[in-house]
């Protein structure tokens, strides 16, 4: 070989030597500087994790102040809120106005969320105070309510929840709707009961046990009422013209004289117990029942000789085409006294009376000056039949200061509308 040949060999393998090697450095150097960026990279996300972000909570309409227990947090801390309402309102809900976070119960008070890596902007909100507690004024219903609102209490063998189902101290007018079964047997701690007018915001009570207090007057409003046992109390008035499906009726022992109870639903399971009535005086009296023939039937076969039934006289109801029961009355005298009694369903009846004030008796042609009935079915403003218009009752007592009303009108003649021509009504209440 030659000697340049060999040189030039020799000059070649070096140089592929040489780039061998850059060639392994440039690669070491690319992964050297990956592994640099990747332990910048991963070291500015542990720095972002620990930086503090800012919290801010406010309250909105209604609200006194909404604190947080932190002001600067960093991304996974706990932090917890808390808002106070003004007089008057109640806290309603968390709501997050800048932040990606979610409260852990937003109707909570107290409550808390979980820090994101950003800042935090939170709001309470808050609602008017409606508690049907302040409205309840008699001190015994009160009481039995108020331990209610935390409280089971069982009735007739089945437990009815607490009332106060949100746990914020207050019974809204949707949770006291709720509530099905009430149980006051006689009074709370020794105190009794002496109305229950004010548990009308209790609209789906299924069974009203009041025996044993000293209520006076008693209206059913419950529609769905049930059950009602108000025996053993001062009665002097009691009207359930309002439930349509009450089928179970106990109010023996008060001082009733008379009933009405054709509207009590008969079915399986109907039961009446109104016997043993007395006066104020404590005289034994008899009191008058008027019902259905089917109702009837099964008193004399099944209630009749029950001992909560002495000194019944049961009635049929009056023969009429329609037979009302009003639910408003109003009275207004300019020189004669006008009486105007109503119902829900747009029933109408207006008297012109010859007197200046209503005093209890009986009402028929003589004291009847005109009269207009507006009746479902038998046209509106009919008048009475000059010859013979009808006659009502009218009953009053000063204790409770409850007017009853009844009487059966008779109409005149309308070829429009031949199938109602006399008309039953009752009203008992306030005028």
Known sequence: MKQDEFVGNIESFSNKFINQQKLKNMKRLSFLLMAVVCVIFFSCGEDEDKQGHSITAFTGYGGAIATADKEIAVAGEAVTVTATPADGFLFKEWKVRVGNTIVENVQANPSTFTMPMEDVVIVATFMIRNDVLERITDPALKAYCQSRMDTEQEIDGVTYPKWDTNGNGVLSPDEASAVKAIDITGGVNGVKIKSVDELVEF???????????????????????????????????????????????????????????????????????????????GEARTVEVLLSEEQIAFWESNLKKLNENVNVEVQTMPNTDVYLTMTDAYKYSYGSLTLILSDDDSNR????????????????????????????????????????????????DAVSDIYTIEGVLNLRADASYPSVNIVGFEYTGPL
């Open 203 to 281: 609209a789906g009570l299924e069974v009203l046990k009041i025996s044993g207090n000293e209520l006076t007057t008693l209206n059913v409003a419950w529609p769905k009422l049930a059950q009602l046992d108000c025996s053993h109390n001062k009665l002097s008035n009691l009207s359930v013209g309002k439930s349509e499906n009450l089928k179970e009726l106990y109010c023996n022992n008060n001082h009733l004289s008379s009933l009405k109870l054709k509207a009590m639903l008969y079915e399986d399971g109907f039961m009446l117990h109104c016997g043993n009535q007395t006066t104020i005086d």
């Open 349 to 396: 009846i207006q008297l012109s009376l010859k007197l200046s004030e209503l005093q209890p008796g009986e009402y028929s042609k003589a004291q009847i000056n005109s009269a207009y009935v507006t009746v479902t079915g038998g046209g509106s403003y009919r008048s009475l039949d000059s010859d013979d218009p009808g006659s009502f009752i009218v009953k009053y």
